[in-house]
């Protein structure tokens, strides 16, 4: 099992969780961004830096995980893409996505997008703060207790 991280938006406090999680757990966890990250020093974290341009890192992260991995990403697009795959994604604010859930979660997401382009404010995510922490921590580790 891996963990792949869509790193180019992942926040910080999401990253220093996994960063601890991956040496406590020895699990092998990859960032891939298409910027130079600066990650610790870790036999088990290592960056995947990819060229520029749309969905480049979505590409390289899809192609390379397997059913099994944990891919930490708020792109549904590419949730829905490891999902098929038999892998599972975790949204940096705790939300697990799954095979039970990601059909409802991308039909959302489109249907809100299309609103956006018609010119509709649709506003944007709440803040992120202790709370989606938390929730991203207890689910991560109740996805590492799992497997």
Request: charge should be neutral; charged fraction near 25%.
């Amino acid at each position: 099992m891996k963990i792949w991280v869509d790193a180019d938006a992942c926040p910080r406090a999401v990253k220093d969780i996994l960063f601890r999680v991956a040496e406590r757990a020895k699990i092998s966890v990859i960032f891939v961004a298409n910027q130079r990250l600066r990650l610790r020093p870790s036999t088990f974290i290592h960056l995947i830096q990819v060229g520029p341009g749309l969905d480049i890192a979505d590409d390289e992260i899809a192609n390379k995980c397997e059913a099994g991995d944990l891919i930490i990403t708020a792109d549904i697009p590419l949730a829905a893409r490891i999902v098929e795959k038999g892998a599972l994604a975790l949204d940096p604010r705790g939300t697990i996505y799954d095979k039970n859930n990601i059909g409802q979660l991308l039909d959302m997401r489109n249907f809100m997008d299309s609103l956006r382009g018609c010119g509709v404010e649709t506003g944007g995510p709440s803040s992120f703060g202790q709370r989606e922490r938390m929730k991203f921590a207890n689910e991560l580790d109740s996805f590492i207790a799992r497997a």
